[in-house]
């Protein structure tokens, strides 16, 4: 029963950790968001 305890309470830590550092590795402000080039756009004649 003690080592089912050490067991879960590392485990929840060690998804601490992981929640933690995952939300801390994606930088939001670098972000690029896609630019459509005009000129690549080519609209219908019958459309």
Same mark, same amino acid.
């Given at each position: ?18 929640? =933690?550092? =995952?939300?801390? @590795?994606?930088e939001?402000?670098?972000?690029q968001? =896609?630019?459509?080039q #005009? @000129?690549?756009? #080519? ?5």
């Amino acid at each position: 029963m003690k080592t089912k305890n050490y067991l879960i309470a590392a485990a929840i830590f060690g998804g601490m950790l992981f929640t =933690a550092y =995952a939300a801390n @590795s994606i930088e939001q402000d670098e972000q690029q968001t =896609a630019k459509i080039q #005009r @000129s690549a756009i #080519r609209v219908p004649t019958h459309g």
